[in-house]
């Protein structure tokens, strides 16, 4: 099942709409709600890695397991760097629109990636088609992003949350990695977790090395499978 949150991918970008990491944690329980679905693996790559995190504290009824790629626990929907390029949005329709989202698209993907033989046109394409469905919208929506404040902090609850928690990173210098002490705070507060490295991969380990990523999802469900022995011996 995959979960595209509120202005993600191809899912709608309604004004006044909350766009902190908490609400989209709760719109992706009413997904699994809606679906029946209970004790999930989740997966959440970057920024969804923390509205995972939130998913499991918040409601471990859904949550048997976590594998974060490349996400740590961040206390805001965007960083700095997002916050600046959102400054020149009303510019991107002057300076090309869509050719132009794709173009900085493209050069976001490589900087962020260990090897960008995966980014091609089609590729490129893909991830920007819900922007150039509805550039105004996204425009109207990261600027939202840019100013989402979230109703608590994710790190006094981290404890809370129970389920095994598998983070994957990728060696490779680049752009939006998971910093040292992000490593550390989910050590010290999180009581079944684990951390794992793909040489030479980036950020976007999925397209780079999908064959590490469904690795470390079977390493998880092993885990799961042990600690729910763990509970049912007497």
């Known amino acids: 099942i995959v ?7 191809r899912s709608s970008r309604p004004d ?11 719109r992706i329980a009413a997904v699994l709600d809606s679906l029946n679905v209970q ?7 970057s ?35 997002f916050r600046r390029a959102v400054q020149f949005a009303p510019l991107v329709r002057l300076l090309g629109g869509v050719e132009l989202i794709r173009y900085q698209t493209r ?5 962020a990636s260990g090897d960008a033989g995966w980014i091609t046109d089609d590729v490129v394409r893909g991830y920007t088609a819900g922007a150039a469905r509805d550039l105004g919208g ?4 990261y600027r939202a992003m840019s100013r989402a404040r979230e109703p608590e902090p994710l790190g006094p609850h981290l404890h809370k949350i129970r389920s095994p928690v598998h983070l994957l990173v990728g060696t490779a210098p680049h752009h939006a990695d998971v910093a040292p002490e992000e490593i550390e705070k989910l050590h010290r507060s999180l009581p079944a977790f684990s951390v794992d490295s793909v040489p030479g991969a980036g950020h976007y380990l999925h397209e ?24 049912a011996r007497p």
């Open 3 to 9: 979960v595209e949150p509120l202005a993600i991918g």
């Open 16 to 26: 006044g709409a909350d766009y902190s990491s908490s609400a989209q944690a709760v």
């Open 39 to 45: 004790h999930a693996l989740v997966i959440g790559h």
């Open 47 to 81: 920024i969804a890695g923390s509205q995972v995190f939130r998913l499991a504290a918040r409601r471990p009824d859904l949550v048997a397991g976590v594998l974060s790629l490349e996400g740590g626990p961040a206390e805001t929907m965007v960083t700095s760097g």
């Open 107 to 111: 050069e976001q993907l490589i900087d």
């Open 138 to 141: 996204t425009l109207k929506a």
């Open 208 to 231: 780079e090395r999908p064959a590490a990523v469904l690795d470390a999802l079977q390493y998880l469900r092993r885990r799961v499978a042990e600690a729910s022995a763990a509970v």
